[in-house]
DNA sequence: AGGTTGACCTGGACGC
DNA sequence: TGCGTCCAGGTCAACC
């Protein structure tokens, strides 16, 4: 579900909510394809710490949490699905619900995922989770632009590559593709010095948008109170496949592309 | 080694 | 209503 944008909103939302609170309480499922780290190692690892903060790195949300001197990381990643929710606890509860932190005041951290595709694991002790790639909105040019262009595969595979840059999705890929007029399907390797400028420039522009607005709400996606974003109503290509570009009127047009579904103007994007 | 493909899951939308 | 098909924002193992 989830890319950088929502995943930001998700854990700002939640470490404005629960940072500085004692975990006092952990239940989990019983799907072990979820945890990627043995549940109840998990489980052990967070019961009475204090929680000291929540951010976001490319798509996994970090909570650090603190036990006497030594702190532990917890990783959330949603994968497609996942949504990270702070509830009061009779709130009943979603279906597909795999973790509940409950914290010493009685509201709960509940992490719910139909699909499963989402993962829960500890990070080793004294090595921080720095993520698979470089940070779309602090890289800089000349780091970008050495990222991509050695690339032989097109430009869409090489922006969903997390381990380049960690954090861009299919909807940003496609959206800062169309607004630095770049083709999907052009080889990473064949982008000129001013194409990979635009781009970086395009693909920070959307994600700030987005984050500003709360991120994108295709389906199921709200952050950490329930609540929808709204950068779904700012897609110029994102599902809007055979609907007028909104630069030259020419039908959006879906290809799949590394096996994903692929927005673009073929008027607009050269 | 770098690039590509399919498998992993459930549920919602749509057509008959 | 009900069944079948297709599609979905992400990764990762297994292949070329």
Not at 104 to 109: L, V
Request: glycine residues 6%; charged residues 20%.
């Amino acid at each position: 579900m989830p890319e950088l944008p929502e995943v930001e909103t998700i854990a700002a939302g939640v470490h404005a909510r629960v940072h500085g609170a004692r975990i006092a309480r952990v239940w989990h499922s019983e799907k072990p394809q979820t945890f990627k780290s043995p549940a109840e190692e998990i489980a052990r690892a967070l019961t009475g710490v204090l929680i000291s903060s929540v951010r976001r790195v490319g798509k996994t949300i970090v909570m650090t949490v603190e036990r006497k001197k030594s702190s532990t990381e917890f990783l959330i990643h949603l994968g497609m699905t996942g949504r990270l929710l702070v509830s009061a606890p009779d709130v009943p509860l979603a279906t597909h619900t795999h973790m509940i932190l409950t914290l010493d005041d009685g509201r709960q951290i509940r992490f719910v995922d139909p699909r499963r595709f989402g993962r829960l694991s500890l990070q080793p002790a004294d090595t921080p989770y720095t993520g698979p790639g470089s940070e779309p909105l602090t890289i800089s040019q000349s780091d970008f632009s050495a990222l991509f262009h050695p690339r032989h595969t097109p430009i869409k595979a090489a922006l969903l590559n997390q381990s380049l840059l960690h954090g861009v999705g299919n909807i940003y890929a496609d959206e800062a593709l169309f607004r630095s007029s770049v083709r999907p399907t052009r080889l990473a390797a064949s982008l000129t010095r001013i194409e990979l400028t635009c781009l970086r420039t395009s693909l920070l522009d959307v994600l700030r948008q987005a984050i500003q607005l709360g991120g994108s709400s295709v389906s199921d996606y709200v952050d950490a109170d329930g609540a929808r974003g709204f950068f779904q109503l700012e897609h110029r290509v994102y599902q809007r496949t055979n609907q007028p570009c909104l630069v030259c009127k020419s039908p959006i047009r879906r290809i799949v592309l590394a096996g994903r579904s692929t927005h673009f103007c073929s008027h607009c994007q050269k």
